[in-house]
């Protein structure tokens, strides 16, 4: 296993997957801003719908700036390969289109993202894929849920919003014993703070819109293939095993072996439901990336900094840091997060719900608003906002009671994120 800091993390987060424009010489990745692809000829334009060349074809299916981004992520997840879509409910759509078929289970940690929560409860009823809910931090709770249509399980490294911090190694053992892929939503860790392949995780999954990104300014998703499941010894996966009507009959895990996952994910779910990345999103999460390992650093910094204040507040209840000393997460984050509990945290205020709408009123920092990993520092009172589509039990399940107020810390002087919400909490 390799722990933190990776080797050639920084040179990596600027340079894999990009070459000066072998075109122009640009030396910045071009935004490749075209849908379609001149064919050399027609033998060419054939061996390429065949999958008998890689090629452009059509920027549904693959793009020169989106494969930088790609390769880029991939290499700083230590991953065989990666697909970026529109949106990180995007890659999850794709993933669980490519695993399952009707009828089919999955195991899913209760301690996620809101909006994933209302996707597999709800979107993917529709596809006739089940979601059996787990609580990520008890894995035994999973072993428990297992039953044999369970052909995944999806857990978060880092759960949003409640920072629980879950132990990927020990559901990592239980995916494997039961013969399914594991996959972590690696959203709010970053490959700079948490690598899930060292853990054991089969696919990770991340929203760039987030810390990746990094700067609020565009939606993106993306899956990397970690290369360690054997899709063909498996047998229980004929998207990935089975002769491929769509494909001249080709067995996508017996033709690309360690990347097949990732191919199928694109030769089959992009290209049939469709939700590519632009080019454009692609070039700007691209630029963020460049500079994961010096944000990331500086978000966990002034996260502490602001949790340590929080928690010694007259009007705060509880501070849900995992950075904190005495959290109860806080060993498993030295274990999995050795650089630092990420940004996004919550805490809950002694006045309840009325205080949590007062306090996200009155800050004139923080911007009030449904997003997090950007560079600004971000408040919101989930149970009045992202959380209030689920039911109360969900929302409390999910870290997300009435008193409930999240932070994205960003990369401001930390000075001046306390001095805001001083101010505002003065007034909750
Ligand atoms: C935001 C988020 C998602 C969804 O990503 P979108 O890019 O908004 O579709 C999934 N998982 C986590 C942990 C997130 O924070």
Known sequence: MTEPPYPAFNTLAIHAGAQPDPATGARATPIYQTSSYVFDDVEHAAS???????????????????????????????????????????????????LLEPGDHFLAG???????VNQFNHAFKKFDWHVIWADATKPESFEAALNDKVKAIFIESLAN??????????????????????IVDNTLATPYLCRPKEHGANIIVHSLTKFLGGQGNSLGGIIVDCGTFDWLASGKYPTLSEPCPSYNGIRMAETFGDFSFSIACR?????????????FNAFLILNGIETLPLRMQRHCDNALSVAEWLDSHDKVDWVSYAGLKGNAYNKLAGKYLPRGAGSVFTFGLKGGY???????????????????????????????????????????????????????????????????????????
């Not at 020169?64 to 230590?78: I, S």
């Not at 209760?110 to 994933?116: A, C, I």
């Not at 919003?161 to 594991?182: N, Q, S, T, W």
């Open 354 to 428: 009325d205080s949590g709408v007062a306090l996200v009123s009155n800050v004139n920092l923080f911007s009030h608003l449904a997003n997090i990993g950007d560079t600004r520092s971000l408040i919101i009172h989930p149970a009045s906002t992202t959380h209030s589509q689920l039911t109360s039990d969900e929302r409390k399940a999910a870290g997300a009671g009435d008193d409930v107020v999240r932070l994205s810390i960003g990369i401001e002087d930390k000075d001046d994120i306390i001095a805001d919400l001083e101010q505002a909490l003065e007034q909750a």
């Open 110 to 116: 209760r301690q996620l993202y809101g909006g994933s």
């Open 161 to 182: 919003p409640g920072g629980v911090v879950v132990d990927i190694e020990a559901i990592a053992k239980i995916a494997k014993k039961a013969g399914v892929p594991l």
């Open 267 to 279: 030769m089959l779910g992009l290209r049939d439901l469709g939700p590519c990345i632009s080019p």
């Open 48 to 98: 390429l719908f065949a999958l008998e060349a890689f090629g452009n074809v059509y920027t549904r299916i693959t793009n020169p700036t989106q494969a930088v981004l790609e390769e880029r992520v991939a290499a700083l997840e230590d991953g065989t390969a990666a697909l970026a879509t529109a949106s990180g409910h995007a890659a999850q759509s794709i993933v669980f289109h490519t």
